[in-house]
């Protein structure tokens, strides 16, 4: 079982990997660790894959472990593995400058915000999921998620580079 | 732009490395040399040290930063018992480390409380580990235009300690005229207070709320709290319902009806109840003023919930009578929360 990947394993990583790499660059803001962390993951997964898939949702218990792992990193100083030799240059390096300055605006806005906010905005805001799913996947009660995004919400809002909007769902909670 | 599409937005194009399974699968592998030789490792140096281990962890345990001077509230503003004293917006600025903010409710009427049934309740000292976010919100007060000495009853006193120099007592008179950066500090502090009440309590710290076996008819507030109560007191934040929180406990209590004293009659401990409560509630935010001009009311209903981020139990109360069509009533969902806990009235 350790040599080669469990089943379905393969199939998964490929049909998933590029949403979860998406939310793990939101989280760290940086290609090589969010890379990291999506490797480390799924290095997790790897090795309870049976019972993972067995349990019946897959991709909701690789997210959980990817945004509480993301949540722990603060606990301690980071140690995680480089994968920068594994990752190629991108195709194209043609990046407009304006483009990656609003990028680098809404990245450095994010970096500005605690662990636990960052995950809890991805999760409600990207990811899509409600207070109580946000904080079963943290951990935590569903007021900490109510006052975490509120608050993220706040710094956002704050920023004067920044005038993000909630969803109107979002309004008045 | 929303926060969703400027996030998405935000994702630049991000390389996959060739062959992303098998870098995996190298962790994977590494990940489980590693764990056989720690668990080796950890075997020989339990066995090697776990006489010595005691000593050693108690010499290398760090200290905890303690905070200089008492942590104790004053009871009057004439209480200085050798503590600086700062009046907010003087200009002076506070040191930003506090190790820890305690809130006060400081009496400042001349009445007595306890002879007062009126009186509102007070709020116990409030500690919050850290507070330079309070600091900082007492540091940004405006100057005072004026003060005058005529609606106090209770005001709110910051005491802030520190691990290097003596505790200072910061004075937030609600008296003087100011802007809302006065109303920052208290909010500041009670949004980190439950904050780091939620990191720490779970519902098995919270104790269920009881009956009081009489209500003093006469000095019945059918609001939560009488209307003067500040949010020190409630707990809860201008512009929030009156129940922000889930709650962890909830007690309903049904009175007969009686001057001057109310006698209990029934007391259920319903916390899935006291969730569907503050649905109801938190839609329809009611002091159950009841119908003014009956006099035959039937019984009082008192429920109480706790949370646990909430630093008092709230309190909700409702006159009753079989049918109301000259007065403001509660929804009836609300009532209808309520009955579904201690039935229908009769």
């Known amino acids: 079982m350790s040599g080669s990947p469990p089943d379905g394993f393969t199939e998964f990583v490929a049909a998933r990997s590029d949403a979860l790499l998406r939310s793990a660059w939101l989280l760290t803001g940086d290609a090589g660790r969010a890379e990291d962390l999506l490797q480390t993951v799924l290095a997790t997964a790897w090795g309870r894959w049976p019972r993972i898939v067995a349990g019946g949702h897959p991709e909701a218990y690789v997210r959980r472990v990817l945004f509480t792992t993301y949540v722990s990193w603060w606990r301690r100083r980071w140690r995680g593995e480089v994968p920068s030799a594994d990752v190629p240059e991108p195709a194209s390096r043609v990046d407009l400058a304006g483009e990656h300055a609003d990028r680098d605006v809404v990245r450095r806005a994010l970096a500005g915000l605690s662990r636990q906010q960052r995950a809890v905005v991805v999760l409600r805001y990207v990811e899509d999921l409600s207070v109580e799913r946000t904080a079963e996947v943290l951990g935590c009660s569903s007021a900490t998620v109510r006052v975490q995004a509120s608050r993220a919400l706040r710094a956002l809002r704050a920023d004067p580079a920044l005038n993000p909007q909630p969803s109107s769902e979002e309004v008045g909670r | ?346």
Request: charged residues 25%; aromatic residues 6%.
């Open chain 2, 1 to 346: 732009m929303n926060v969703r599409d400027m996030l998405l937005d935000a994702v630049p194009p991000l390389p996959s490395p060739p062959d992303r399974i098998a870098a995996v699968g190298r962790r994977y592998r590494r990940r489980r040399r590693r764990a056989a030789v720690a668990g080796t490792l950890a075997l020989a140096i339990l066995a090697g040290v776990a006489a010595g281990l005691p000593q050693l962890t108690r010499r290398e345990s760090l200290e905890p930063v303690r905070p200089v001077g008492p942590a104790t509230c004053p009871q009057t503003t004439g209480d200085r018992a050798g503590r600086d004293w700062v009046s907010a917006g003087d200009g002076r600025v506070l040191p930003g480390n506090p190790v820890e903010v305690v809130a006060c409710d400081l009496d400042v009427d001349v009445r007595s409380p306890a002879a007062d049934p009126l009186y509102p309740p007070a709020s116990p000292p409030r500690a919050l580990s850290g507070g330079a976010d309070v600091v900082a919100a007492l540091n940004r007060v405006s100057p005072v235009i004026a003060c005058y000495d005529i609606y106090g009853l209770r005001q709110p006193v910051f005491l802030l300690r520190y691990a290097d120099r003596p505790p200072v007592f910061v004075n937030l008179n609600p008296d003087c005229r100011r802007d809302a950066s006065w109303d920052e500090p208290l909010r500041v502090f009670l949004t980190d207070f439950r904050e780091q009440r939620l990191r720490t309590t779970t519902a098995a710290d919270v104790p269920t709320p009881t009956c009081d076996p009489t209500v003093d008819v006469p000095s019945l507030w059918l609001d939560r709290t009488p209307p003067w109560a500040g949010p020190l007191t409630l707990g809860v934040l201008a512009g929030e319902p009156p129940l922000p929180f889930e709650p962890a406990a909830a007690t309903f209590c049904r009175y007969a009806f009686e001057r001057p004293l109310a006698s209990l009659r029934t007391a259920e401990h319903a916390t899935d109840a006291g969730q569907r409560f503050r649905t109801a509630v938190n839609e329809a935010p009611s002091n159950g003023a009841g119908c003014p001009k009956r006099t035959d009311h039937l019984v009082l209903d008192v429920v109480k919930v706790a949370d646990l981020a909430g630093v008092a139990p709230a309190e909700f109360r409702y006159l009753r009578t079989r049918s109301c069509v000259d007065g403001v009533q509660a929804s009836p969902a609300v009532l209808a929360a309520v009955d579904e806990v201690l039935g229908p009235i009769s």
